[in-house]
């Protein structure tokens, strides 16, 4: 019997607005202990890591794409040629094999684009850092995954203490793939199921006018909010240039009880204090490149998480992406970071996430390229000028096969008009900060870098003053 599976609108967007600039894949770069994996005469045991791998896929890390005929909507089959030997990469830095190295290579792995006729991802083993470390850096297509549910995969794979032991290799079989007329007659039943549902919702509402007319009436205002945002043209900026193919990949790393007592003492969230230190670095950075910022509508692309919990460890995207202006202009630190938890505030009662998310379920129900189109109209009209993604990890010591996990730093893609991305994930009392950035538009992504450290200092000092430093 043959087997597919459906991608969603959101999932299949991250395909459609792909282009040979704008590569849609996600990643990390994961920095480990050698510990028990170092071999005596140098170099780490990578088949005990490509047995871990092995025993660790799920059935989405077998399929590719496939396509429907007609309305060329993707679909997820199994591949039969599926080789772990192609996806499980191995490779050395030269000495020293400092992070300067680690960096590059990071980057230029994120540069080169995943094979489609292949299932979508990539994992690199990096031997030779220094200390006796080594480095696993994933490059995973977006339309398999989003942030969350990389950090819940990773939560899942890891052990919680050294000792741990190989899970039993489960045989895999490729379930036959559909044809093109079997393809074309599910689409088929969908559509006409699709129709069925849409004359159910009108039966719900002709018995319950009122809850259908205030349910409408909310889809509309989030609709409309969701528009609105999408098509809001934020100020021009040298981050927002025609990027190339070439990325640049830099990091730091915050303590996250640091963090934590900033907003404990100023008030908002954790992420409400990493957008106001945003905030703070591009400022700084910006009229260093000579801009008036003053002027600046400067807008960051927010993705939330919309997952319930029957949808935790599912495979796709469960994110609406919101749209909120950062105070560029403020010199003030606290000052700063309250009028970022306005805008957040704002937003958390705005009906912009549900908009999104009725435009997908519209395209899911036969509209198949409305929300593919959407993608593509968004990108295209600059709504926002970075993407800042803050995902919550696992707040305990990690283990690969008893190697410990010190370090990660995560990747968010580049859309065309967008030269910097920024991610941040939290693990184990750290917060990493990973930005991804176009090479030839952001060639001093260094000093970004170092902004972010002394706003976050500034803010700091702020918070355990009681009064804002001048």
Known sequence: MH???????????????????????????????????ARPEGGIDIERIRALVESLLVPRYRQRIARIPVTNHPVWVDDPHFNLHYHLRHTSLPAPGDERLLKRLAGHVMSLPLDRSKPLWELWVVEGLADNRFAIITKTHHCMIDGV?????MATSMATHPDSTLRKRRRWRPRPAPGPLDLALGELRRTLGGGFAALRAAQHGLTHPRESARSLRDALAGVAEALAAAFHTSSPTPLNVEIGPHRRFDWLRFDLADVKDVKNRLGGTVNDVVLATVAGALRRFLRGRGEDVARLDFRAMIPVNIRTQQEAGAFGNRVAMLSARLPLAERDPRTRLRRVIETTLELKTSKQAKGVEVMEEISDLGLTSLFVQFARLTALTRPFNVVVTNVPGPQLQGYLLGAPLVEVYPLVPLYRNQALGVALFSYNGSLFWGLNADWDALPDLHDLVEAL?????????????????H
């Open 453 to 469: 450290a002394v706003e976050f200092e500034a803010l700091r000092k702020a918070a355990s003053s009681g009064s804002s430093p």
């Open 149 to 153: 549910g990389s950090a819940e995969l």
């Open 3 to 37: 087997h597919y599976e459906r991608l969603s609108a959101l999932d299949a967007s991250f395909l459609g607005i792909e282009d040979e600039n704008a590569l849609m894949h996600v990643g990390a770069v994961a920095i480990f202990d050698a510990g028990p994996l």
